[in-house]
Every structure is written in structure tokens, then in C-alpha cells.
């Protein structure tokens, strides 16, 4: 019997491979229950969301002082959604951004192209370069559990790759979201970050019992942190603290989905952190609100995927043309 990793594997499907392969059993049982044509149509407009990414317009330069940097962890399963995010912050914000991207291990010549040439002060980090920073900085004899975990899970790599050997703070953003009016909480974080920067999920969703997590961190945790928007300072980081949790809770409690959510969560709790609000810089928005957006920001997760591809982007695209 086909296991459901080797079901999407046979079918060849073109959803985000981590997040389709390591994503909750029930969300991934959601998905293969869909009605096929439902599935088709979905499947249809996330190449038609690929094709017009190639057609946006390069962003100009807005020419209002120093360019903001803005992390994102992409591949050839996100290149595009990691485009009209950036471009959708971009043109909502009216300031120059400098994309910074890390390469997954399958970006491909034409996808760095398609950044280039959207975005003039992209950076683009290759894999080889962050291989080189993990053996600098997180040996594998040293430091095993993050370097197998990041290995076996890619979302934990918008911890290790884009923070490892780094300082000073870095505003880290999922490629599934996009910007509908001035990020107003996030440019002003930006300019003068003072504390970490998260956004709110529509239920706690970390994976590990909060005893587990409260033990480790020192603190009580904190509910409902969504590390779509992550604010987090590399100075700060213990990289042997976080190979301890790793660790922990893998030995007690398991490997799971959400588990770079619960070391984010961990990591806010003991301090005061600038969070975007709810109604404003939504998780998981219904149809209604993605074809008629508005808030601030749509953060794409679970079942909110098809509106994503059917309706999200096409409004993006729609503004670009005004560019």
C-alpha cells in the first residue's frame, strides 16, 4: 500500500515538496480527499501563478533612504511564491527592499535570473556558502541534532542557514504570504528593531506538550505564535541551547511538523516581543477575505492554499501593472 509521501511522489505534484511531504497527516489526508478536479484547478493555477511571475515588471527604486533587508528561505518548489511576496511588500510598502535569499539546494540558474531580475539589490546565498558557514559554526560532531534535523525537516533551516555565523537582526518571512496595504507594525520594526517579531496563528500549533517546551525555555509559552513573520536577533542565539531542545525534544516527545515553530515560541517567551496584529496580518484567511482582501497581510497556510493560487497572487499581479 502507498504511504502517503510515495502518493505524491508517484502523482508528481507540484505543492511545496516540504510542506506537502513532512506537512500534519490530517492536513495531507485533507488534501489527497479533495475532489480531483478541485485538485486539477488548484494544481492549474498555482503554473499560471508560476508563468506570471516571469511577467511581473522589475521593481524600481523608491528612493527613500537605505534598503531594508528582508530574509527568505526558497527553492525551484518556491521561487515564485517567494517572488510576489517580496514584490507584494515591496509595491504595498513603497521603500526599496534588499531581498536576501537562501538557497534551499534547488535553486536553479533561471530561478536566481527571475530574482536578479525583479529585484536590483537581491542577494542570493548559495547553498554551497551556507554548507560552509554549518562547518565553520555547527559541526556535525558538535552540534548532530541540528545538522540531521535540518537535513530531514527544511523548515528548520530558516533557523540554521539564515542565522548560523551571522549578528543583528533579521526580519524572516515566509514565502507564502502576501502584502495587501502598508506593513506599517513591520517597516517600523525595520528601522529600529528592539525586540523580537512574530504574528499570530488561528490556534496554538507547536507540536510539543507546553510542559516539555516550559521546562526548556524557563518560561511559560506563550500561545498561538506563527513564525511566518520572524524577527529574531542571530547575535542572541545559543547555538548549543538550541541543539539541546532539539535534542530534548525529539528524545521525549518525538520529531514533528511544527517544530521550528515551537523553538520560535520558545525563543519569544522570555521576553517582550512586537507582534502583528491578528485582524490585520491574517493566518489561514477564508475565501471571502482573499478575493476581497482586507487586511494588511494573508499568511497562506492548510486549507487556505487553493484561494492562494486561485485568487491571492492574481490581485499582485493586477497592481504590478501600475508599476
Known amino acids: 500500500m502507498l504511504t502517503l509521501k510515495s502518493k505524491a511522489k508517484k502523482l508528481g505534484l507540484g505543492i511545496a515538496a516540504y510542506h506537502l511531504y513532512h506537512a500534519p497527516k490530517g492536513m495531507m489526508r485533507r488534501y489527497f480527499k479533495r475532489d480531483p478536479i478541485r485538485r486539477a484547478i488548484d494544481a492549474q493555477a498555482q503554473r499560471a501563478m508560476e508563468a506570471a511571475a ?4 522589475p521593481i524600481p527604486s523608491f528612493g527613500h533612504g537605505t534598503a531594508f533587508p528582508i530574509h527568505f528561505l526558497s527553492g525551484k518548489n518556491f521561487w515564485c511564491q517567494t517572488c510576489f511576496c517580496a514584490y507584494s511588500m515591496a509595491l504595498q ?8 535569499i537562501y538557497d534551499d539546494g534547488t535553486l536553479a540558474a533561471n530561478h536566481q535570473a527571475e530574482f536578479q531580475r525583479l529585484f536590483p539589490m537581491v542577494q542570493i546565498i548559495s547553498q554551497e556558502a551556507i554548507q560552509t558557514q554549518l562547518e565553520a559554526e555547527l559541526p556535525k560532531k558538535q552540534f548532530p541534532y541540528l545538522r540531521q534535523r535540518r537535513l530531514a525537516y527544511p523548515n528548520l533551516r530558516k533557523l540554521t542557514d539564515i542565522h548560523i555565523g551571522s549578528s543583528g537582526w533579521k526580519l524572516v518571512l515566509d514565502s507564502d504570504m502576501l502584502f495587501f496595504q502598508p506593513p506599517t507594525i513591520l517597516l517600523d520594526w525595520l528601522r529600529s528593531p528592539q525586540l523580537p517579531c512574530h504574528m499570530i496563528d488561528v490556534d496554538t500549533a507547536y507540536g510539543y506538550s507546553p510542559t516539555l517546551m516550559a521546562s526548556l525555555a524557563g ?5 498561538r505564535i506563527n513564525a511566518g513573520i520572524c524577527g529574531l536577533n542571530s547575535t542572541t542565539l545559543d547555538w548549543e541551547e538550541l541543539e539541546f531542545w532539539c535534542k530534548t525534544l525529539i528524545e521525549q516527545e518525538g ?7 515551537a523553538i520560535v515560541a520558545m525563543l519569544m517567551a522570555r521576553q517582550p ?4 496584529p491578528a485582524r490585520e496580518y491574517i493566518v ?4 471571502a477575505e482573499v478575493r476581497r482582501p482586507t487586511a494588511v497581510l494573508h499568511h497562506y497556510v492548510a486549507d487556505s492554499k487553493p484561494w492562494y493560487f486561485r485568487y491571492g497572487w492574481q490581485q499582485v499581479l493586477s497592481a504590478s501593472t501600475k508599476v
Not at 54 to 57: A, E, F, M, N, V
Not at 219 to 223: A, K, S, V
Not at 255 to 261: A, D, G, L, R, S
Request: a negative charge; one cysteine or more.
Open 54 to 57: 516571469h511577467t511581473l515588471p
Open 93 to 100: 510598502s513603497q521603500v526599496d527592499f534588499c531581498p536576501i
Open 219 to 223: 518560561t511559560i509559552i506563550p500561545d
Open 255 to 261: 520529531t514533528h511538523y511544527y517544530q521550528e515553530q
Open 273 to 276: 516581543c512586537t507582534i502583528a
Open 284 to 287: 489561514l484567511p477564508n475565501r
